[in-house]
């Protein structure tokens, strides 16, 4: 056992070290070597950032005029879902410097070295939905502006071709990997923003803030529907959550938690621009469940071509920043596969999802019900995490994290048979009663009317966690050797013996 290595130098020994763009990434899980660690907070932000100032956040955004909200009341739907999801999240950003490894491997300090695969198939969730999103939309957003520019319908052919094209771009991406990723996304800030700006040029003419609504709410009233909103806005920080450590381990461990906090937190604020301009340009479409097309009906003609631009670049990062973190961790999880190998494995079965998803399935429908597993699922997960780090002090055994990627079995977080029941005794009780209390158009769950209609899912999931959680360090506490030499913070300790780490 080891704990955490030293942080990387500054200086030029580690400036040296830096992966050319156009060199495919050699590193799975095992942790960064800390001279290889030269990235910074402000390269969190705009991976981050990047990855959400897309199409995809548009559409998020463009949902609560669809669900039947006017404007003010979406916009502030919007700002309350996206802060309080980057609050939720920004803690998640301190795991990937500290292990140097992606954050559902880090989870297997709190959950098991083999129940840590309850990350891995979080982050599969997420990088399917948000993956195929960014194909949909941004493939659904060329073939409009093409049709506004040169007059054609090319129909689904054309869709199709549009779809492909995107995704075989993305995997290309991911297989360089983060260095190339790093790269589009420094792009995807700045071009992105400024075309979303432009829109206030192209649009300002014909928008109206005192826009009503339809008043056929999603949920039959007003409240119910504003909270479904806001879930559904929440859902987009909440998604970063299992893959925070795939970029914020290329970070020594020097910088501050509020620095290593900051940047995933301002990253998510700064996705306001992406989502009110979903919000605003809604309400200008005749049919916001088909705003893709709408928009490219209302949009000026010489808008069509920035309208292509943010599209492609959208794609690129949006699904960059989802696919590539899930062909990383599967990679760990079928040794035989490499990172490229289980990108591309990945990659081809999110394809066929899109596919099915965008011409058998009703599209707004699915983006909805995805978002809410997300949250319902990701965020006790988070909980767990962030108490387990707050309990240990951040102390953690970088080498026995990788046991069972090795592997192996034994050391200090193999627990029972590789599982750390009191994290899983605390993740499964809070997300059913999460999905007992949903309440949204595909998810409803039995008890949905507890408060009359309005969705408290989200808080009911997180605090029975919580508690669930606090309760089990109290009443079976953890073994002493994972709390660090300073010892646990508010929990007691077990002195047990540990597994020595052998062969399986």
Known sequence: MSQT????????????????????????????????????????????????????TIILGTLPIAYGLGFWASASAVVVGVVAGALILMPMALFGPRNRTNNAVSSGAHFGVVGRCVGSFLSLLTAIAFFSISVWVSGDAIVG?????????????????AYGVIAIAVLIVCIYGYQFMLLINKIAVVAGSAIMLLGVVAFGGSFHASFAGSGHYALGSFWPTWVLAALTALANPVSFGAFLGDWSRYIPDRYSPSRLMAAPFLAQVASLLPFLFGVATATLVADPNNYVAGLAAVSPLWYAVPLIAIALIGGLSTGT?????????????????????????????????????NFVLDMVASINAFATLIV???????????????????????????????????????????????????????????????????IAGPW?????????????????????????????????????????????????????????
């Open 376 to 442: 319902l699922c990701t965020s006790p997960w988070m909980a767990v995490m962030m108490i387990g780090y707050f309990v240990r002090r951040g102390f953690y055994l970088t080498d026995d994290i990788q046991v069972f990627n090795r592997g192996q079995k034994g050391g200090a977080y193999w627990f029972t048979n590789g599982v750390n029941w009191r994290g899983m005794a605390a993740w499964i009780p809070a997300t059913t009663v999460g999905l007992l209390m949903a309440n949204t158009p595909l």
């Open 321 to 357: 920043t989802a696919l590539y973190g899930t062909g990383l961790d599967f990679s760990s999880i079928f040794p035989r596969l490499s990172r490229v190998q289980a990108t591309a494995l990945i990659g081809t079965l999110s394809v066929a999802f899109i596919f099915i998803g």
């Open 5 to 56: 290595s030293a942080p990387a130098k500054t200086g030029t020994t580690a400036e040296t070290t830096r992966a050319k763009v156009t060199e495919v990434e050699p590193h799975g899980v095992a942790p960064i070597p800390p001279e290889e660690q030269t990235s910074r907070p402000l390269d969190l932000f705009r991976l981050v950032f990047g990855g959400t100032n897309t199409f995809a």
């Open 145 to 161: 502006a093409a049709g506004r520019l040169f007059g054609i319908d090319g129909g689904d052919a054309l869709r199709a071709t």
């Open 448 to 504: 949905r009317n507890i408060a009359g209609g309005i969705d408290l899912s989200l808080i009911a999931t997180l605090a029975v966690a919580a508690v669930l959680y606090t309760a089990l360090l109290i009443v079976f506490p953890e073994p002493r050797a994972v709390f660090g030499p300073a010892g646990p913070r508010l929990v007691p300790a077990k002195d047990t013996p540990l597994a020595p780490v052998t062969a399986e």
